[in-house]
């Protein structure tokens, strides 16, 4: 079976790439792990920044669809203290550059936007080889097997087309989240969700810090950072959500009850996201009919650019593609020499603010981030 262009992953990325070539019609094939569209939940909410993110969405030709999944209001952000003081507080006065949306009403956007039969779900990719000429075949967990002339690798960190390019793998960056939902937050969590406020809230100290954000249907997703190794992790049962919620807890003794009210009260089991990146500035030399978007390029830290990065990449992508339709290898070309350095620039930003906190006194982590924040807020680059 011969594509034009088959991308491998349903994500954020694979869908905008899809969606651009749509635009400009080019046909495109999406095989997806996943055995359908709501087969799992999509994570929480994602702020789309007017300087990547909203620039493919316009690519894409969806702006208007894209405010109507606006939550509005959520762009406020507080930063609290370990006793509970207010440090910082910005109101969402809907000027701001950094809309937050949903990442589930996102995908299904762009889902929406496409041709009935454009993305074939229950197709997982177990590995991909070269042809020569240009082509490849993957080959799926059912046997399968699909030729094309073009394949883009938009399958994440753990990338099965990454090896045609480069032996590169993500490694392990010292620290890991902790996920816990609290629904219903108005009745059932009424001092957590005051905490919280109508946007985001951030409770930093040196090795640890409590995320939280208002998420639609008046839920709260708190994401709890914890420098640890592998191995503090691997020794918490995570099978045992009481267990698990009491041993994360434990490590904010002594920090305010409408603080650790994010933990202990969580309504779902506390799920372990321990965080990977690929080196700052990977790149590969260039292999006829082939290349990667978002985490299969470039795995970044959790600075709010992941998705930003991969939808941009998506419709760069779509556009040379576009630009270039007799001639696949320029616009390859064209994609990554641009691709590259965005991503080491977004990359090396995160390395540099995550050295600064490593060398800052515990008690002075929240003024740094707080300045931090304003100088990026300023800047029109706050996440």
Known sequence: MHTPVTIIGAGLGGLTLARVLHVHGIPATVYEAEPSPKARTQGGMLDIHDYNGQLAVEAAGLLDEFRGLVLEGRQAMR???????????????GTGGRPEVQRGDLRRMLLDALPDGTVHWGHKVTGARTLGDGRHEVTFA?????????????????????????????????????????????????????????????????????????????????YVSLTRSLDWFAAIDFT??????????????????ELTALITEGDTAPVLRP???????????????????GDAAHVMPANGEGANLAMLDGAELGLALAAHRGDVEAALAGYEEAMFPRSAEVGAEGAEFGELL??????????????AFAALTEAGRAS
């Open 275 to 293: 965080l990977y990146t690929l080196p700052i500035g990977h790149r590969w030399e260039r292999v006829p009919g082939v290349t990667l978007i």
């Open 79 to 93: 930063v609290l203290g370990r006793d509970g003081t207010v440090l910082a507080e910005k109101a969402d006065d």
């Open 358 to 371: 490593a060398g800052v006194a515990d008690e002075d982590v929240p003024r740094v981030l707080i300045e």
């Open 142 to 222: 059912d046997g399968g097997t699909v030729v094309t002339g073009l394949l883009v690798g938009a399958d994440g960190a753990w990338s099965r087309v990454r090896p045609l390019l480069t032996a590169a793998k993500p490694e392990y960056v010292g620290e890991a989240f902790v996920e816990i939902y609290l629904f219903d937050a108005g009745t059932r969590h009424p001092v957590a969700g005051k905490t919280v406020g109508g946007g985001s809230l951030m409770a930093p100290a040196s090795g640890k810090e409590i995320h939280a954000h208002r998420e639609s249907g008046d839920m709260l997703h708190v």
């Open 240 to 257: 045992d959500p009481a267990a698990a919620t009491a041993r994360v807890a434990a490590e904010f003794d002594g920090w305010a009850p």
